[in-house]
Every structure is written in structure tokens, then in C-alpha cells.
């Protein structure tokens, strides 16, 4: 399909894919790049746009992620956000230093919204900063159109050039109009038109799908989870019963999931496919044993998942493909996504071993967010309660327990987790909370029930409104109903004696525990 496109250079930093995300909800297809991508490629693809993304360094440092001066003179307009503002200014002849005071956090920005880029934004409106440095000197050429306290160039342009610099981070959640900001780019700015929507997505991979495959055999890693089951509502709909959907039961996941995800993906459910459960729980529990370092814990669980499905694909017969629910977030959050650093490997990703017995892997949703998996379940007709229901990590409570995953602490967390979520819809907010889940913490401690001495563990409580999942905020719950869900876990949940509550948000946090 010819779609415009806008294209997104990645320097390293954390919040690249969701430049991207922002950039489709303008209904423009966007792709992301890393910075040694050759210039030459980037000319043939005839991008309506360019986006630098921030990165983890300084600009002027030796070795620093950098682009060639040509690339601002392709009479395509750009868009530096934070450190690619540096480094735009840096490279066209200006000058950036580090600051004496850094600004991290929301801030205060005062903008000139005549020019285009702030057309509809409030003179003085709230950003998301994060930076040691600052563009000490424009590149000829450039004017200042916004400014904070401490940081004079908050934003800079050359009209003439379509060249435009921002040292906040207009991708975030955290910058009240940054959505805007973006649309006025990539809208009015690059005069893209809006013609990419998910609807499209599905029809065309569909045809990539059953082009790729032709008439072979594909086996798909079912969690039933949101992310797994939008693949395989895609897939289903383009190869129907050449596709063998294995679902392992591997011990860790959510009370009575098992069953749940058989009675919808079986062989009485409503996909045309073909549904294989294994159950697993003591394989993943002797793998597991005395492992507690969050990375060993996924990738363990990552080639077992493997494994499993070779033992599969060899009752199966022939299978040529491996398919996977990855995500964007995903990929980002394993360091694949282009230069970003690690967070965590994803079991679908990072935790992969390096031979794996199948011709190929098709990941048919890995260039997409969450919101967007949803949209496409939606559009695929998969029902809501299955498209809209609570997100879970690839691991599963493996990494919702922290330290070691015996059998004894599954069954506390699944109990305790099954009762937050229970009260949590009684109380009216499971639509309003985007992801909420009860962990088990490593900590034991003194507590008094009966008139007894106990010595027991800690669950937390996690939950967070998102869009993207690349940030989030703790969820505002009121607080009787959080003391009635520690009532009763702690008189319910046999092992447990004190409750928490997560406030942190994402950053710094992640929203899963490990």
C-alpha cells in the first residue's frame, strides 16, 4: 500500500516508540530508524518528514550518535526533539553546553504560538523536560519560539529550511499539548493528509501473512493474553486450521486462566484453528529453582516456552513457521528497537535463545502499541471482554514474584491477585484502571494474628492508568476500597500478613515489578 510516511531517527533514548505512536494517531504510517541508517536509504524511502528522537548522551561528546549535515538539506521538514534539537543545533554551526541547573519533570514553557508549530497551543502551557544540556548558541539561521525559567532555546526554527528544534518531549503523556505540537508537524508542517488507519493494518497483513506462508503450517505461542490472541485472531482469519495454537501452561499464570483460555480458544470456542494445551507447571518449577535475578528468570522462561513447542512441532508434524504476539513495547523494553538501552528481556523477545528449530518467526503485531493491538482485536470482531482485558507479562507471575518462584508462592500470589481484581470490579474502576495486579515482594516480616506471632510476606498492589504503556501513573483508588482488598488477603491468603500499594509511576518505575 502507498502510504505517507514519516520516518523516526533513533538515538538511544527511551521514549522513541512512542514518537512513533504519537505520529499515528495523526493517521500517518510512521516507521523508526536508527541513526547509522545510510543517508541514501532515507532519500529512496521519500519520507514527508524526519524526526530525531532524544538519546541517552551528550552531543558533543566523542563517539556521540550523530547525522550528517546533509540530512537537513533534503527539503524535508525535521523535527529534533531533545537531544536531536542538540544535536541539530550542534551540527548546523551552533552551540551546546552542559547546563548548570538541569530540568527534569514538568515544566513551565512560554511559546510563540503564531509560528506553526505552536498554532493552538497555549502561550504558556506545561512540558516534560529532561536534560543536562542546552543549545548555548543557535545555528545561523535559527530563532528562539519558546523558553523556560532556566532554559532560554526551548524550542527553535528555521522556516526557511523546514528545520524546527524542541528540547522538551512533546511524545509524553506529561506534556499537556504535546500531542498537538506533533499533529501541527506532521499535519501542517509536512502536509501529510492522514490516510493510515487500522483497518488497513488488517487487510494488509493479512496478505502478507498468507503470502509468507503460502500453503504452510504455523504454530503460535497462545498465553491468551490480549497480545497472543490478537495474533492469533489475525492469523486466523488469513491461513484458518494451518494454524496450530499451542497454549503451555507453565504454572505462573492467573487463577483458573488455564481453563478460561481453553474455553475460548478450544475446540468448542469460536476461532477456526487448531488448539493444543500442554500442562508444564513442573518443568518451569525445577527450571526455576533457587534462580531469584529477574533477567535469568525470563530467559529460563523464554526457552522453555521454546522447547516446549519443539517437543510440539515434533508431535505436530511439519511446521514452518513459529508465530509470536510481540509488541512494540516489546522490542523497546528488550533494547531491539533500534539504539535504546535494555530495560528488560521480554520472553517473546530478548529471552529467545539463539537456535530455534523453525524456518521463520512472523510477529504480525510487532510495530504496533497496546491501544493499537486492541483496535485491531476489535476490528478482527474478537469480543471486548477478551480485547479489553487486564495485560499480562509474557513470564507471567514469574515476574510478579520476586526472587524465587516456588509452587507455594504462585498459589499466594494468584489468591491474593484474584481477590484485588474481584474487588477492584465490584468497586466499579476495572474499566477506568488500564492495568492493575497484585505481586508478591521477598520481604518477610513481624506481624500479630490470633494473638500469634507471625512472620510472613508482603503483597503489593500495582495499578496504573496508561494509554501507550510507555508511561503511566498510579491509579487514584479510593481508600476504603484498597482496605477492604487488604482485609482480605491478609485474612484470606494464607502466608501474607502485610499489604502495600505502589504509587510510583512509570518512569521512573516500570509497571510490572521485575
Known amino acids: 500500500m502507498n502510504k505517507e510516511l514519516v520516518i523516526v531517527i533513533d538515538f538511544g533514548g527511551q521514549y522513541n516508540q512512542l514518537v512513533a505512536r504519537r505520529v499515528r494517531e495523526c493517521n500517518v504510517y510512521c516507521e523508526i530508524y ?21 538519546g541517552p548522551n551528550s552531543c558533543y561528546e566523542e563517539n556521540a550518535a550523530t547525522c550528517p549535515p546533509e540530512l537537513f538539506s533534503l527539503g524535508i521538514p525535521v523535527l529534533g526533539l531533545c537531544y536531536g534539537a542538540q544535536l541539530m543545533s550542534l551540527v548546523l554551526g551552533g552551540e551546546v553546553r552542559r547546563a548548570a541547573l538541569k530540568e527534569y519533570g514538568k515544566t513551565e514553557v512560554h511559546v510563540d504560538n503564531t509560528t506553526p508549530l505552536f498554532a493552538g497551543v497555549t502561550a504558556d502551557t506545561v512540558c516534560w523536560m529532561s536534560h543536562n544540556d542546552y543549545i548555548a548558541r543557535m545555528a545561523p539561521g535559527f530563532r528562539v519560539i519558546a523558553a523556560t525559567a532556566n532554559c532560554p532555546v526551548a524550542a527553535a526554527e528555521c522556516p526557511e529550511q523546514k528545520l524546527y ?7 509524553v503523556l506529561h506534556t499537556v499539548e504535546g500531542s498537538k505540537i506533533l499533529y501541527n508537524f506532521v499535519r501542517g508542517i509536512c502536509g501529510c493528509c492522514g490516510d493510515w488507519s487500522m483497518d488497513s493494518f488488517v487487510e494488509e497483513s493479512i496478505k502478507a501473512i498468507r503470502n509468507k506462508v503460502g500453503g504452510g503450517r504455523v504454530l503460535l ?16 482469519r488469513a491461513i484458518g486450521r494451518q494454524l496450530t495454537c499451542v497454549f503451555v501452561d507453565h504454572g505462573l499464570l492467573r487463577k483458573n486462566e488455564g481453563d478460561e483460555v481453553e474455553a475460548i480458544f478450544g475446540e468448542k470456542g469460536q476461532f477456526d484453528l487448531r488448539f493444543v494445551r500442554i500442562n508444564a507447571q513442573e518443568r518451569y518449577y525445577d527450571r526455576l529453582a533457587g534462580v531469584t535475578e529477574p533477567e535469568e528468570k525470563r530467559k529460563i522462561i523464554g526457552e522453555e516456552f521454546i522447547r516446549v513447542f519443539e517437543d510440539e512441532a515434533r508431535k505436530i508434524g511439519a511446521v514452518d513457521f513459529l508465530a509470536q504476539g510481540t509488541i512494540y513495547p516489546d522490542v523497546v523494553e528488550s533494547g531491539l528497537g533500534g539504539e535504546s538501552a535494555v530495560i528488560k528481556s521480554h520472553h517473546n523477545v530478548g529471552g529467545l535463545p539463539d537456535y530455534v528449530n523453525f524456518r521463520e518467526i512472523i510477529e504480525p503485531l510487532r510495530n504496533l502499541f497496546k491501544d493499537e493491538v486492541r483496535k485491531v482485536g476489535l476490528e478482527l470482531g474478537i469480543p471486548e471482554s477478551l480485547v479489553l482485558r487486564q495485560p499480562f507479562p509474557g513470564p507471567g507471575l514469574g515476574v510478579r514474584i520476586v526472587g524465587e518462584v516456588t509452587a507455594e508462592k504462585v498459589k499466594i500470589v494468584q489468591e491474593a491477585d484474584a481477590i484485588y481484581r474481584e474487588e477492584i470490579a465490584q468497586a466499579g474502576l476495572d474499566r477506568e484502571i488500564n492495568q492493575y495486579f497484585a505481586a508478591l515482594t521477598n520481604m518477610r516480616s513481624v506481624g500479630v494474628m490470633g494473638d500469634e506471632r507471625t512472620y510472613d510476606y508482603a503483597i503489593a498492589l500495582r495499578a496504573v492508568k496508561t494509554v501507550d504503556f510507555m508511561t503511566a501513573e498510579a491509579a487514584d483508588i479510593p481508600f476504603a476500597v484498597l482496605q477492604k482488598i487488604m482485609s482480605r488477603i491478609i485474612n484470606e491468603v494464607k502466608g501474607v500478613n502485610r499489604v502495600f500499594y505502589d504509587l510510583t509511576s512509570k518512569p521512573p518505575g516500570t509497571i510490572e515489578f521485575e
Open 34 to 54: 536508527s541513526y547509522k541508517t545510510d543517508l541514501d536509504k532515507i532519500r529512496a524511502m521519500n519520507p514527508r518528514g524526519i524526526i530525531l528522537t532524544g
Open 165 to 171: 528544534a524542541i528540547q522538551f518531549h512533546p511524545e
Open 221 to 236: 505461542a497462545l498465553s491468551g493474553g490480549v497480545d497472543s490472541s490478537v495474533a492469533a485472531g489475525l492469523l486466523s
